[in-house]
């Protein structure tokens, strides 16, 4: 039995040229030493928590002892008094947790923490419970197996992030998400130490802010998909128990449709308008020039302010095209009057309108960064989504700034894209001062509604979204993108512990797909394709609107499918390395493929909803039986081939196959 594990152990080792000490952490600590020995686990795990520490740390503590049962089976305590506060403890503890201080929900609020794992024990110390929180997602995360059970590696960890804000925006106003979902989201976020959600509450294609103060808002602007104000208040505590901050969105001027419904007077344009059902830049657009858009919007805000605490309230303000104010002749001899040049600058003396109510409630503006103009006040926040050049100019600028370019998840680029996109690369910021680099407060995810319910959510955000925290957490020389991947595997199982569906939305879709459970020909070609990425999947919303079906094909599809990235990894190592082993990895799986589509085409045959991958599934198994002919050299590689390739390019389903390429280079010359 020894004899095999030594065995098995040395094989992954060598053959997956990992380090010996091959960790999954995510994100990466700042400083880690890995001490030998180890802690063993047992169901008489005990832990206690400082006398000073506040409740929502002793909740904490549970939630974290009950994941670790739930993981490991072993029926842990689960007597509050059996582990909280020293009272009761039947022996000392296992797992000591101290803290000094409740933290402020602020930011730039001391998040540091200290972990020591030896044979002993486990010691958590830090400065405020957000700390200790992110040192017991970590310990979560160093959890181990072997053959006698469960344990924790000694170790020794500090940690503390490298950006204070650490975003994930959800856009629930293209499509509306239930409470239940963002929660299981916040918990997510909770476990890789992102500590802001970003609300963006309100769009053209949606209002989902309950106001008692202007009720037509929510009852006319939301098809009665809303939150109240005593939900919104719930996953606020419930944020802060988990140390995120809540930031609300109302995006003004523009984006705006779903407000003009109820109030079509507000708009700059004459209405009357309905509830937008398709993605793109609309054209409503809050007119700027009249008193009564200021009144609601100043007591709107009052309504919001109370219900979300934090400091920063953002205002939107990206994408205003501008054509209603063109076309509003009161709003142009408002501009003739008022020496107001162009649009830009009209937007300015809005937005200069709007941070003075903001100021008065005690708000920071934040706003995409089409804000950023000259005199812009100084106290607004850019949020940069179209380049990096606004992060640094506002920076240079004086404002403070945070980065989203680079970060749109809604895109489905793979997440590599994501995590190699450093918010201040040393390359790119060198000409900056240190005040100017301490302005970049950090970065957020921005996970845009358009294409995704609450079924595929999560399959969207996650696991990638966990690369991003990485990025914005550790040092920036963590960037190895494989063992990115690697511990991105690991961490995604784990994220299905907090009831994320990223990965079951995806059996759940192909089960109805295929009208049962035989689902396999259908998953093979899944792995290898990808949704359309960017704005490809849906031009001018030609393909979708907001209640199109969002549960076929591309929804099921990942942005990062596995099974091509390990496909294009063999082809370039038997490429490199042209050895029969090599050759006969790829040549398996090229005849998997080939043989494919003879075991999906019944399931299609009976399944319509299926048809618009038909010709996609075939193309896969065309170019991989010419792939495995040439290969064996039954066959020449001849020009005429370069049409099949060039086909099996078309997207099918709003999808793209991704080993096109890789299966070509393989016998091309
Ligand atoms: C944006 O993506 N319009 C901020």
């Known amino acids: 039995m020894r004899k095999f594990t030594l065995f098995f152990t040395l094989l992954s080792i060598l053959s997956l040229n990992l380090p010996a000490q091959s960790h999954h952490l995510m994100p990466v600590p700042r400083r880690v030493e890995w001490p030998a020995g180890q802690f063993r686990l047992d169901k008489q795990f005990t832990l206690t928590v400082s006398k000073s520490a506040p409740e929502n740390l002793i909740a904490a503590a549970d939630r974290f002892m ?78 181990e197996v072997d053959a006698d059970g469960y344990y924790f590696p000694a170790v020794q960890i500090e940690d503390e992030p490298r950006f204070p804000w650490r975003g994930l925006m959800i856009d629930v106003a293209r499509h509306f998400e239930p409470m239940h979902v963002l929660k299981r989201n916040l918990d997510a976020m909770a476990s890789v130490k992102l500590n802001v959600f970003h609300f963006h509450l309100t769009e053209d294609q949606g209002w989902r802010f309950e106001s008692k103060k202007f009720p037509k808002l929510h009852e006319m602007g939301s098809d009665g998909l809303y939150y109240t104000q005593d939900e919104m208040r719930d996953l606020v505590a ?122 008065s409630y005690g708000k920071k503006m934040m706003g995409w960064d089409e804000i950023l103009q000259p005199d812009l006040p100084k106290d607004a926040v850019i949020h940069s989504w179209r380049g990096k050049e606004a992060l640094y100019a506002a920076a240079k600028d004086g404002y403070q700034a945070v980065l989203s370019n680079g970060y749109y998840i809604d895109l489905c680029k793979p997440t590599d894209h ?65 063992d990115m991947y690697r511990r991105l595997g690991v961490i995604s199982l ?22 049962g459970p035989h689902t396999e020909p259908l998953r093979v070609l899944l792995d290898v ?26 929804d099921a599809a990942g942005p990062d499918a596995a099974g091509a990235r390990i496909f294009r990894a063999q082809v370039q190592a038997y490429l490199a390395n042209p050895t029969p082993e090599n050759k006969a990895v790829i040549r ?70 991704m080993v096109v390429d890789a299966i070509q280079e393989l016998i091309k010359e």
């Not at 797992?95 to 933290?103: A, T």
């Not at 793109?280 to 809050?286: R, S």
């Not at 704005?535 to 549960?551: G, I, Q, T, V």
């Open 588 to 657: 398996a799986q090229l005849l998997a493929w080939r043989d494919n589509h003879a075991q999906l085409k019944p399931i299609i045959d009976r399944s319509p909803v299926l048809k618009e991958v038909e010709q996609l599934s075939a193309n896969l198994a065309l170019i991989s039986g010419l792939s495995i002919a040439v290969m064996d050299e039954v066959r020449p590689y001849e020009d005429t081939m370069d049409a099949a390739f060039e086909a099996a390019k078309e997207q099918g389903g709003r999808t793209e196959l």
């Open 418 to 482: 994501h995590y190699l996109n450093d918010p201040l690369p040393a390359s790119m910021t060198a000409d900056l001062t240190a005040d100017q680099k301490a302005r970049i407060l950090g970065g957020e995810a921005t996970m845009w509604g358009e294409l995704v319910t609450p079924l595929t959510m999560d399959s969207r955000i996650w696991p990638r979204t966990a690369a991003i925290a990485e990025r914005l957490w550790s040092p920036e020389s963590v960037k190895d993108v494989d």
């Open 494 to 515: 784990q994220l299905e512990e907090l009831g994320l569906l990223h990965i079951a939305s995806r059996e759940m879709i192909m089960r109805k797909l295929c009208r």
């Open 529 to 554: 394709v990808e949704p359309l990425k960017g704005y490809e999947r849906n031009p001018a919303s030609k393909f979708y609107k907001m209640l199109s079906p969002m549960s076929l094909f591309a």
């Open 238 to 359: 419930y944020a802060a128990d988990r140390g995120i901050r809540v930031v609300p969105e109302f995006d003004v001027p523009g984006h705006s449709t779903a407000l003009l419904v109820g109030y079509p007077e507000l708009a700059s344009a004459p209405g009357p308008y309905t509830i937008e059902r398709k993605a793109g830049i609309m054209d409503p657009t809050l007119n700027p020039t009249i008193d009564a858009t200021y009144d609601l919007l100043d007591t709107l805000f009052k309504e919001v302010t109370d219900i979300f605490p934090d400091v920063y309230f953002h205002i939107g303000g990206d994408e205003n095209n501008g054509k209603q104010w063109d076309q509003n002749a009161d709003i142009q001899a408002y501009m003739k009057a008022n020496k107001i040049a162009d649009n830009h600058a009209l937007q300015t003396e809005f937005n200069r309108r709007i941070l003075k109510t903001l100021t």
């Open 66 to 143: 009950r994941r670790l049962d739930g993981r490991t089976g072993l029926f842990l305590l689960q007597i509050e008094s059996d582990f909280i506060r020293n009272d009761n403890l039947p022996k000392e503890a296992n797992l000591d947790i101290q803290v000094e201080r409740k933290g402020k929900l602020e930011l730039g609020e001391d998040e540091s923490y200290q972990l020591k794992v030896d044979a002993d024990g486990i010691t958590l110390t830090a400065t405020t419970d957000f700390g200790a929180m992110h040192g017991l997602e970590t310990l979560l995360q160093l959890l």
